[in-house]
Structure formats: C-alpha cells, structure tokens
C-alpha cells in the first residue's frame, strides 16, 4: 500500500497549479498518473519547468531522477519556454459545445498561428488542452497566461490576442525612441 500523499506547496501562487493539483488528487496521487499529471502541466504552461518537475515529483512521490527521465524520453514533453504569453484553447467536450471552436479559429485568425505553434515574433505560442476542470463554471474555457478567460467570446479573446501582440509593438516602438 502506498504512503499517505504528504501535502506539497505549489511551485507559487500561480491558479494554473490548482488545476495540476485537480488532476494530482483525482488520481489520488498515484505514481502511475506521472505521465498524465505531466501532459496536464505541460497543457497549461506550455512547457515543463524544473519547479513544475519537482512539484509533480514530491506529490506523486515519485523520484525526481525518474520524472525528468519520462520529460526528457518522450518526445511530445518540452522543457523549453515557448512564447512570450501563451494561450491555451480548452477543446474539451463542454468546452466545444459552448462554443469553444469558433474562439479558437478567432485566435488562429487574430495571431496568424495554429495549435501548437508561435508567432514569430516570440510573442504568442497557441496551446490546446482537453480538460481544464474548469468547465462547470466557465466553458468555454481559455487560459492566457496565467489568467483564465471563461465564458470566453470571440470578441473579447480577439481584443485580448492583439493585445499581446501589440504589446510587443509599442515595446519596440519605445524602444526605437530611447
Ligand atoms: S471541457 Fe473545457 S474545461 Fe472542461
């Protein structure tokens, strides 16, 4: 029988590790969820970070040696940061009913870019995600960095993606008049 899961802080105060931590106790923080607890970081953060690594190690309580050995075998796990900002679409089912597709084609359109790549410019990687556990009170469901953006529109995601992305403009526009 295995050990009482101890209680592990979060690598910070970040919401996304709330929906981590949902996934670590639906799987009542068995060691053999390591590979799905990892796809669910990586969704949401768009990569896997040392702290995230070590987290999911302690909780799981799973060597850490063993963790960085499943992040760094498959190929579908990245420890590179993609974008600036990133955005994850949730495609989940309730999410999809909701009107989840036509947000994400608002975003492909708005960025110019389509799941699983970055502007190139470095300023938006664009992420998809099946579910957040965020669908009873927000579907459809975005993240954006992160903040999550539910009962999401077209409108307001647009708004927000060209945000981002001109963000990067008036950076550099500043950065021309120094
Ligand atoms: S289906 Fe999108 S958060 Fe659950």
Same mark, same amino acid.
């Given at each position: ?16 590790? %709330? ?25 949401? $953060?768009? $990569? ?9 190690? +302690? ?24 974008? %600036? ?23 492909? %359109? ?9 502007? +190139? ?30 009962? +999401? ?26």
């Amino acid at each position: 029988m295995l050990p009482t899961p101890k209680v592990v802080a979060p690598p910070s105060d970040d919401k996304r590790w %709330k929906v981590v931590d949902g996934m670590m106790q639906r799987h009542g923080h068995h060691p053999d969820a390591l590979i799905e607890v990892l796809h669910t970081v990586q969704e949401i $953060f768009g $990569f896997l970070t040392e702290d995230g690594l070590r987290y999911v190690a +302690a909780s799981l309580r799973v060597p850490l040696s063993k963790v960085y050995g499943v992040a760094t075998f498959y190929h579908f796990f990245t420890l590179k940061p993609p974008g %600036k900002h990133t955005c994850v679409d949730c495609t989940g089912t309730a999410c999809y009913i909701k009107g989840a597709p036509a947000v994400l084609r608002a975003v492909e %359109k708005a960025a110019g870019i389509k799941p699983d790549e970055t502007t +190139a410019d470095g300023m938006l990687s664009l992420l998809t995600a099946r579910c957040l556990g965020l669908c009873g009170r927000f579907a459809p469901v975005m993240v954006f960095d992160d903040q999550v953006a539910g009962k +999401a529109d077209t409108e307001s995601i647009t708004k927000r993606v060209l945000t981002y992305m001109g963000s990067e403009c008036e950076s550099l526009a500043s950065e021309e008049h120094q």
